[in-house]
C-alpha cells in the first residue's frame, strides 16, 4: 500500500495561488497514477487533475486552465499548483495513486486510484 500524505493547503483570497504538496512513500513501482481529487461543500467528490509515470497528464473539472500537476520523482512528491483561485474551489483536496497508466481518454476514474492520503484544507475567500 502506497503511503500519500498532503501539504500546503490554506487560507487566499479570490485570485489567489497555491501550491499543494503530496509526500509519496517510495514503494510505488512503474507503471502508475497519481492524482488530485477535491471535494467542495455539497457536492461529490471530483478529480482535478492525473499524471502518470508514463508521462501523460489529465485535467478535470472548474480547475482546468488553472492548475498544474507534476511530479518531483527524486523527492517522492506530486505537487498541484492552483491559479485564479476563486471562492467556489474552497473544499478539501486530496491526493492518491493507482496502478497503471491512465486509460486512454479524457477522463480521470477515481475508482483506479487505490491509495489516498487525508487531505489539505484550501479556503479561498472573496
Known amino acids: 500500500q502506497v503511503q500519500l500524505a498532503e501539504s500546503g493547503g490554506g487560507s487566499v483570497k479570490s485570485g489567489g495561488y497555491l501550491e499543494l504538496s503530496c509526500s509519496v512513500s517510495d514503494n510505488k513501482f512503474a507503471p502508475y497514477s497519481l492524482g488530485w481529487f477535491r471535494q467542495v461543500p455539497g457536492k461529490e467528490r471530483e478529480a482535478v487533475a492525473a499524471l502518470d509515470s508514463d508521462g501523460h497528464t489529465r485535467f478535470a473539472g472548474p480547475l482546468q486552465g488553472r492548475s498544474q500537476i507534476f511530479e518531483m520523482e527524486y523527492e517522492n512528491t506530486l505537487y498541484l499548483r492552483l491559479f485564479n483561485l476563486k471562492p467556489e474551489d474552497t473544499g478539501m483536496y486530496f491526493c492518491?495513486?493507482?496502478?497503471?497508466?491512465?486509460?486512454?481518454?479524457?477522463?480521470?476514474?477515481?475508482?483506479?486510484?487505490?491509495?489516498w492520503g487525508q487531505g489539505t484544507q484550501v479556503t479561498v475567500s472573496s
Open positions: 492518491a495513486a493507482g496502478l497503471g497508466v491512465l486509460p486512454y481518454g479524457s477522463t480521470i476514474d477515481e475508482s483506479r486510484f487505490a491509495d
